[in-house]
């Protein structure tokens, strides 16, 4: 084919044409016992691995994947010496470019961990499509020798199979299962699961002692459903090798520490624990519940472990005056509590940022132009919410936020992010819900014409997170972090809610027109238990995502 290069991608730059850098250099990190941020990974068994964002452009697509944008493909350029490709990458073209990828070393005493694939079959060409290009593309899966798995392709521009000396392939004890991630690039706006899709992958098991290491490279799936014809790299040494000590965790955090931004019209702001507790917060028990008691300042008194079986539960002060005071929070007393664990086969640091609210406000619904107003639903005694910082242990650069909301959440990459004040990630608390988000606005939560609000604004109420935070958590480190007490209180921060839904409902399906009712109906079932808010929530431990990967 000639050059399909439509005028409208040519004459206008397209957003991977500008290289992401954060807005100030990174930290410099005080030198610690490990090899955080030193630049190399041992994976065991002699497998050394870098991570490097230098790289050769191969070959553009000009439409297909995100905004129908197209995508780039690239290989890792120029190689560290003693070090090799494991494969290529592919970026979108509607996201500055932000690429990263592993390449690897063999230092085993046989030399045998990395070796060149015996063969290469091709996985796709452009050649009968329709899509916009410069020049044919062609993606390429190796093919391993016996005993060993590919964990990544190679793009050329030419039909003739590529050398074996671009590649190796990694021995297969090294390697993991993978899944497929995020969608990069496809033939139609959206992924059409009958067609050619590139995608990025990941390992299967995500958790703290989970082993799988993700490479940077993508896969390219030919049909809807195939399995994934490449693998992962797998740490056989250790997964907290490479993991910041605490002094490293403390310049990370304050490099990086969100700025969260509340709603001009919010009244329920979040306070410490320690000033919950402070002002008269109560614990309940089942057998006696005409006699709460004051929680200890520290929250010593509360119950250690066991599970979430409805014998306990904490509640606001029962003072009039005192309740409507702790409801509203305490900005000022504000202290963000941090959970720091292994991800991703050790080589990604999280940072989980636990908020701790009293109160969470009412619930709002959006039908058609008319805003509803849900009652009581939404409320609840006791909200954690949190946001989740992931780090490159390589080199202590940001890769990613997470942010939750509600029962989900959602992952946004650092040159998608808003930073203020150098690199301090910029973060939208809905109204009365608290749910996070990283651009400001309304979004609805349930699609159609009926939807939840999830309301967001900039106003003089922010809470900057690096000025007042506390590590809760980080195994790896030993005892130099200590639990607070509350941290392994595993029963409710609030009461069970007294009120009747099905009241509530009523109330609200009055103010609609008929064939509103139903879909209303229809709506309310869908919502998370979390919104509906018959119980108060559990305390961040209970959480998957405590050792585990975030929802999205």
């Known amino acids: 084919m000639g050059n399909n290069g439509s005028k409208k991608n040519q004459n206008q730059a397209l957003p991977i044409e500008t290289t992401f850098n954060f807005p100030s250099p990174l930290p410099t990190f005080p030198q610690g016992k490990s090899v955080f941020a030193g630049g190399v990974i041992d994976l065991g068994g002699g497998l050394k691995i870098r991570r490097i964002s230098s790289f050769n452009k191969i070959w553009t697509t000009h439409d297909g994947g995100p905004n129908n944008l197209g995508a780039t493909f690239f290989e890792p350029s120029p190689l560290p010496q003693g070090f090799v490709s494991l494969g290529h990458c592919c970026h ?245 509590y941090l959970r720091i664990k292994p991800m991703i086969g050790g080589t990604f640091t999280d940072i989980t940022i636990w908020i701790f609210y009293p109160f969470n406000g009412p619930a709002t619904a959006k039908v058609g132009i008319i805003d509803v107003p849900l009652g009581k639903i939404g409320e609840h005694v006791g909200d954690w919410e949190h946001i989740t910082l992931r780090i490159s242990n390589f080199t202590g650069e940001l890769s990613r936020v997470y942010f939750a909301q509600h029962s989900k ?59 007042r935070f506390a590590e809760i958590a980080a195994e790896y480190l030993g005892e130099v972090v200590v639990e607070p007490a509350w941290v392994n209180y595993f029963r409710q921060w609030g009461p069970k809610i007294e009120y009747r839904i099905v009241d509530e409902m009523e109330k609200v399906e009055k103010l609609l027109p008929g064939r509103l009712k139903e879909a209303f109906k229809e709506f309310v079932n869908r919502l998370p238990d979390e919104i509906l808010g018959q119980e108060g929530p559990t305390g961040p431990k209970l959480k998957d995502s405590w050792n585990g990967d975030e929802r999205s």
């Not at 015996?118 to 060409?125: E, G, I, N, S, Y």
């Open 409 to 467: 959440g959602e992952w946004i990459d650092a040159p998608s992010l808003a930073f203020e004040n150098g690199n301090k990630v910029v973060v939208y608390s809905s109204l009365n819900g608290h749910a996070s988000y990283s651009k400001a606005g309304l979004v609805l939560q349930g699609g159609g014409e009926i939807g939840l609000k999830n309301e967001t604004a900039k106003s003089g109420m922010v809470l900057d997170t690096g000025a």
């Open 92 to 336: 979108p073209n509607n996201k500055p470019f932000f690429a990263r990828i592993l390449i690897g070393r063999d230092d085993s005493p046989a030399g045998d961990i990395l070796k060149k694939p015996v063969d290469f079959v091709l996985a796709w060409t452009s050649e009968k499509s329709n899509i916009k290009r410069d020049t044919d593309g062609y993606i390429w899966s190796p093919t391993p020798p016996d005993g060993y798995r590919a964990v990544g392709h190679i793009v050329t521009t030419s039909s003739e199979k590529p050398s074996v000396e671009r590649i190796r392939c990694v021995r297969a004890d090294l390697t993991e299962q993978s899944e497929k991630e995020t969608w990069i690039w496809g033939l139609k706006d959206s992924i059409d699961e009958n067609g050619f899709n590139v995608f990025s992958f990941r390992p299967t098991k995500r958790e703290i002692t989970a082993t799988g290491v993700s490479v940077g490279t993508f896969v390219a799936l030919p049909a809807g459903n195939s399995p994934l014809p490449l693998l992962c790299l797998r740490n056989s040494a250790s997964v907290t090798s490479a993991m910041p000590d605490v002094s490293q965790i403390s310049t990370l955090f304050r490099a990086y520490a969100p700025l969260i931004y509340f709603h001009p019209k919010e009244k329920f702001l979040p306070s410490s624990v320690n000033w919950y507790f402070s002002n008269g917060a109560l614990l309940y028990n089942k057998s006696d519940e005409s006699k709460p008691v004051p929680i200890d300042p520290n929250g010593t008194n509360l119950p250690q472990g066991g599970q979430n079986d409805g014998a306990f539960w904490l509640d606001l002060p029962v003072d009039g005056g005192a309740k409507e005071k702790v409801k509203h929070g305490d900005l000022q007393s504000s202290q963000v």
